[in-house]
């Protein structure tokens, strides 16, 4: 089984490459899904669950107290039994056995006896900046100033998740197989490139060939 | 013109990297050749001018000094000289119009406005030192942790260089198109797989293929 894992600066396009990724190499693909398997077995609203995860996992529980207590006292925060939940659901899919994309998660971390392709991807803030601004839904009325802190808070906060969940440094380029900065590419031409990296990693030639 | 430029944790294989590529991509291949060009012109020796750019570049320039003067102070130091000195060299191979790859010397940064390909290279710090070991002649008779502090030496002295000619942050990951750590590779498969990066990135086939 061949699992890529996709951890990446908000506004990097990162999720954007990992669903042309699972295209190419016709690997299935997991991001959103994770957030919506999660919702229904704890019968929560996904919205919650996804903002709980994704931006606002850390605002309720002081530095001091992650800092100063051990694991049980964290864990009994909403958000972390949340993120626990979620390693479950990430487990579950490696046990499905089926090649796979999977955006974001830490699932680079929680599925290291996998062996997966570790991606990490990032960008120039100001190429980020410009990838948020383009895909703002119309009468989106953020400043470039308000992007620029929003892409901040949510990386620090991906930070910080990853930092409890492995102890290990997110984006330090020593835990992934490959980081790509994608300022100077297209995603759809950088998919194809990654694809084939990926490939000669995992040490066989794609069925699907990408070129 | 295509330039790809390799700049390299001490340890990780980017030297061997940097070669094999030139190789399966035909490209010329700059490294110690620099080192050589600057001692002949300086008339300096060849040992020294290495040491002085590669080694000890700074223990001879306290940090006070260092952050308290401008530009002109600093530079009156010999090693900075020979920095100088370097950084025309790199120019020279750029002027002269051929693809070829250079490793390390903050050529990337040296040759922003040629567009290069800028690889940075690293590896966990156990493959690091495994590689020293391996690659130390016969006789050597460095422990372990002797080992260890030279590529944390070794390495600082090329942030701090790398901070200097660049003002940029050595070795993060957006300074770079592709990072690659080596930890899982061999070197002579990896090389291949980045040359084919490299090339999607020039936005070209190779006219030499490397599959």
Redesign the interface.
Known sequence: MKIVTISREFGSGGRELGKRLADVLGFDYYDKEIISVISQSQGLNEDYVEKALDNHAWQTVPITFRHSFGAAAVMSTPQISLLLEQKKVIESIAKAGKDCVIVGRNADVILKNYEPFRV?V???MEAKIKRCMERAENGATLTRRQIEQNIRRIDKNRARTCELVSGEIW?S??N??????T???EIK?LA???A??AM??FGGKNENPVI
């Open positions: 990490f990032c960008a120039e984006g380029p020593v992934y197989d490959m980081t790509v900065n300022t100077e590419w031409s194809p490139a990654v084939e990296f000669r990693r």
